[in-house]
């Protein structure tokens, strides 16, 4: 599926990621069970220099907001993975850094991965990764997904090993849940933490949601506007929050720390898994790297 507006859409028009794009929208059905087969190369010399400016406008823009609020484990984690404002990443410069801290990889993908297909890339440890960049008239808000979101956004996280083990126990829970209901509250659970969280460090708030780390405009809006309703978090509470996608966010929820977002979701995916005949303890069915 093309984004709307890409600058280098091209990028993802090639024969090998039609058919990545052609598994993915098949994923589940028999004979289509491989998350390798959605994943692309990034063909690199795709970006043009306009995609390059836009991704240092984007680096600029937001890391002189996000010094002084986003997350420290998230600025940890941009200095881990050598995120740079010079360039687009190479994914395989990416990965070479993040896999030996904690066994997680991003991987190229055409466009749309449906839900289970993303659900079983986390179980791996893969980040699906939209490979396109926003054009320069979206650069304050994009509702969907590109490279700036995908990497900027989340990939520093996942070189925290307490979050990275947090999103492998839920990409394993949500792989696993057939019940509609709790299908529904794990996607509820992602929306207010990976993509829109908010956490307390040292008496502050800061943000750490992918959504608000890569937007300009919802990551202040997130900490200074007076209509956004601030809740701390509690896991039942946010699994029964509903939301909506194309407008900035009105109620955000807080962690206290990152392991209370490990821990809250380790007892959520016991009783998913355990429902299936699954192991009792989620933490003893995650894989260490």
């Not at 590109?146 to 492998?168: N, T």
């Not at 029964?240 to 821990?263: A, G, K, N």
Request: aromatic share 12%; charged share 25%.
């Amino acid at each position: 599926m093309k984004m709307s507006g890409s600058l280098n859409h091209e990028m993802i028009d090639d024969a090998q990621a039609k058919r990545a794009q052609a598994y993915a929208d098949h994923f589940g059905q028999p004979g289509y069970a491989d998350p390798t087969q959605m994943y692309i190369d990034q063909n690199y010399a795709g970006y043009s220099a306009e995609n390059q400016e836009t991704w240092t406008t984007l680096f600029d823009q937001q890391m002189t907001y996000l010094r002084e609020h986003a997350s420290k484990t998230y600025l940890d984690g941009a200095k881990a993975i050598n995120l740079r404002r010079d360039r687009i990443p190479p994914l395989s410069d990416i990965n070479a850094r993040l896999l030996p801290m904690t066994g997680w990889q991003s991987k190229a993908v055409p466009g749309y991965v449906p839900a289970k297909a993303f659900f079983a890339c986390l179980s791996r440890r893969e980040f699906p990764t939209t490979i396109v960049i926003r054009p320069k008239e979206s650069i304050d808000y994009l509702p969907e997904p590109d490279i700036f979101h995908d990497i900027f956004g989340h990939v520093p996280l996942h070189a925290d090993p307490v979050f990275a083990e947090f999103l492998q126990t839920y990409g394993l829970a949500a792989l696993e849940c057939e019940d509609d209901h709790h299908t529904e509250r794990l996607a509820r659970l992602f929306w207010f933490t990976v993509e829109f969280g908010l956490i307390r460090e040292d008496g502050e708030l800061k943000v750490y949601g992918s959504g608000l780390i890569s937007s300009p405009g919802e990551s202040r809006h997130a900490l200074t506007s007076p209509d956004v309703d601030r809740r701390p978090f509690h896991l039942e509470t946010v699994c029964d929050t509903s939301f909506e996608i194309d407008h900035y966010q009105p109620i955000l929820y807080v962690l206290e720390s990152f392991e209370q977002l490990r821990d809250a979701m380790v007892t959520y995916a016991e009783r998913v898994m355990t429902g299936k005949g699954k192991p009792s303890s989620a933490k003893r069915a995650v894989p260490t790297p």
